[in-house]
């Protein structure tokens, strides 16, 4: 608790609005994405699909191949209380929604489904749009399938696996992904390890966005050595999460930005 106060002050006392950013391609991103006002109704399905878990008090035995988890203590969890304590907040999957909109990926690749919360807002931001979505627990997946079908969020391909073997595959040597979500295991070697796993599927046009970058010591180490690999050109750090791209036409810099 006490490294999350820390980081986040030194995060607020670095931290940036639009006003302080003087890259076109950051300044439209931040003032026509992260800051976009409008009320979409798609906001009110993310609201009903968080709701109706929220609502469920059954419990699963969920298996965590991850960092663990500072809020539960047991395996054996209410579907409420990782909706609650575990999912992405309203106010980031709205954000996330928008970031997919604005990108237009055709194809999405998300590590780690949990509930499907991020998952829905990723559909919902481009219906279009072809999504795999990894999770390691059959249990965790199968309820998040189920809310999928009963929202209608059909675009969306749920994969049971484990992160590292799926990864390693060759499935992903065909075809790139423009968009990726890493939010399936917060350690620094699983996620510098997937990182380098997937740099040989980045194009100018990826975005990858890391969550909990600021999780813990470790994960913020790990930050720091994804923002000056050389593949790297531009970093937004929201707290929250953190954003990469790959653009060369970019020069190298680094934004931590309040959204």
Known sequence: MLQTLKSYLNFFWNSKNEHGVHSPFVFNLVTKCFYDKKSYAEYSILK????????????????DF??????????TRAINQIAKNAGISSKRAELLFRITKYFQPENILEIGT???????????????????????????????????????????NSVATEFNSFLTSCKL?????????????HSKLATLNYFELLLPTVTNESVWIF????????????????????????????????????????PKEDFVIRV
């Open 48 to 63: 009903s699909y968080k709701k109706t878990l929220l609502e469920n008090h059954s419990t699963i035995e969920v298996t």
């Open 66 to 75: 991850g960092a663990g988890s500072k809020v539960f203590k047991s395996n």
């Open 114 to 156: 949990s509930l499907g919360l991020a998952t829905s807002a990723l559909s919902l931001g481009n219906s279009k749009a072809k999504i795999t979505t990894l999770e390691g627990c059959d249990t965790t997946l199968a309820k998040a399938k189920k809310q999928f079908e009963e929202f209608g969020l059909a675009n969306i």
């Open 173 to 185: 040597k065909t075809e790139y992904c423009q968009l990726i979500y890493f939010d399936g295991n």
């Open 211 to 250: 969550d909990d970058i600021h999780w813990s010591h470790d994960m913020e180490e790990a930050w720091e050595i994804i923002k000056i690999h050389p593949k790297v050109t531009v970093t937004i750090d929201t707290f929250q999460w953190g954003l990469v791209f790959f653009r060369k036409e970019q």
